[in-house]
């Protein structure tokens, strides 16, 4: 060993030794990641994914909690997915995203490793995940089937909406919500704001 450097640097230059430069969505999805955590494929370079906090993973759970209560009670195709694979419009042989969660309503998305055409698309965002989650967004905005996608703040209480018109296209700017209710016109689900925050400690 090196002096002055000990095992655990040692451990973190051969896992970064062990990750590929470039590769394609089918090199990807039979990659053995090093480490924990989930991994993503951005324009053929896999970057790991910083792990969830406490915060983030309470409101992730509660808005997912929330939409399966919802889907149950009236059934129909839809399913809901928290981390799902994400194969976007764009690049699909070079791309793979995980948002927090996601709805599709497509039986061809069902039992396969990356979903290609989900209706809603949900991000919880925080400061050091910002540009990352933005990024994403932009590609999830080219895929024919999304109608919405549902950003969540975890760092304080505001929820960015962004919707497809009747003519398919998408607004200048997100909608922003603090308080009140807001409506997923994709799903026919009004939710209060306050009740995705519930015992996330924001407010």
């Given at each position: ?15 970064a030794l ?13 990659w053995?990641a ?6 993503q ?8 994914m ?14 997912a ?6 889907l149950?009670?009236?059934g129909?195709?839809c399913?809901?997915?928290?981390n ?11 791309n793979y ?10 039986e061809?998305?069902?039992g ?11 991000e ?10 933005w990024?994403?967004i ?21 929820i ?31 939710m ?12």
């Amino acid at each position: 060993m090196a002096p002055g450097l000990g095992p655990c640097y040692i451990r973190r230059m051969s896992t970064a030794l062990n990750v590929p430069a470039l590769m394609t969505l089918e090199e990807f999805l039979t990659w053995d990641a090093p480490g924990p955590g989930l991994w993503q494929l951005i324009d053929g370079v896999p970057l790991a994914m910083a792990l969830a906090g406490w915060t983030h993973g309470i409101i992730q759970s509660t808005v997912a909690s929330l939409i399966l209560n919802h889907l149950d009670e009236i059934g129909g195709p839809c399913v809901m997915m928290t981390n799902p694979g994400i194969i976007p419009a764009f690049r699909t042989n070079r791309n793979y995203f995980i948002p927090d969660a996601a709805v599709t309503c497509s039986e061809s998305d069902i039992g396969v490793p990356g979903i290609r055409h989900p209706i809603l698309v949900i991000e919880i965002l925080s400061p050091s995940n910002h540009a990352e989650t933005w990024r994403n967004i932009r590609a999830y905005m080219l895929m024919p089937s999304v109608r919405e996608i549902l950003v969540i703040r975890s760092d304080f209480v505001s929820i960015d909406l962004l919707r497809r018109d009747a003519e398919g296209a998408w607004p200048d700017d997100v909608a922003t919500v603090t308080e009140g209710a807001f409506t997923l016109t994709s799903l026919d689900l009004t939710m209060a704001v306050g009740a995705l925050y519930r015992r996330s400690g924001v407010g």
